[in-house]
């Protein structure tokens, strides 16, 4: 099914000029730089701007999907249903909407993620030097609707899929490092042992 009808599709804010961060006031936005592969945005690691009288448009509450039009890959993130304040979107992001009668917001940001989808955006990509995807593009693309029940279910498996490719990653990590720590103190005992002779 097409996602115009299966949601609200609307631009991020158009800042005008540079936005300088404010450390403690002003409102939590989140910009291009913000979308990494698809994890769920929080508010965490957000910045702060001042970003006065924002139309409601431009803001999310919770449970939308923010996606990514300009540059590759074009990723859709969600955004958490637990939010402790709204928070502004900025161009180039695109704000989706979905009707959660019929759309579970981690399963859109999923579905739009998956090498399908990518590749269909893709195709319809405009720019040469830097690839952008209409809104019009976006909703038309089209994606497998499955009930309420199975779409909850792939997006938990997704997200148990990542946690655990990170906890991966952290462990391998930590191994190196303590693999390098382990060496280090061998050649330094050997280098002291030679010396002592």
């Known amino acids: 099914m097409r996602l115009g009808k299966l949601c609200e599709i609307h631009s991020g804010y158009t800042a005008r000029g540079r936005l300088e961060a404010m450390p403690s006031e002003g409102m939590l936005a989140i910009q291009l730089r913000d979308l990494g592969h698809g994890e769920a945005l929080n508010g965490n690691t957000l910045e702060r701007y001042d970003l006065p009288n924002l139309a409601d448009r431009y803001l999310v509450h919770g449970g939308e999907v923010v996606f990514k039009s300009r540059g590759e890959p074009n990723t859709a993130a969600v955004v958490d249903s637990m ?31 998956q090498h399908d989808a990518q590749r269909k955006l893709g195709a319809e990509a405009q720019g040469t030097s830097l690839r952008m995807i209409s809104k019009a593009t976006l ?58 002779r």
């Open 83 to 113: 939010l402790q304040e709204k928070i502004a979107v900025m161009l180039p992001l695109l704000i989706l909407r979905p009707d959660i009668t019929r759309l579970a917001p981690a399963y859109l940001a999923w579905a739009i993620n």
């Open 139 to 196: 909703q038309n693309l089209e994606i497998p609707i499955p009930d309420l029940e199975t779409q909850h279910r792939i997006a938990t498996l997704d997200a148990l899929s990542k946690k655990e490719g990170r906890l991966l990653r952290d462990l391998a990590n930590s191994r190196e490092q303590l693999h390098s720590k382990i060496l280090s103190e061998r050649a330094e005992f050997a280098s002291n042992q030679g010396n002592q």
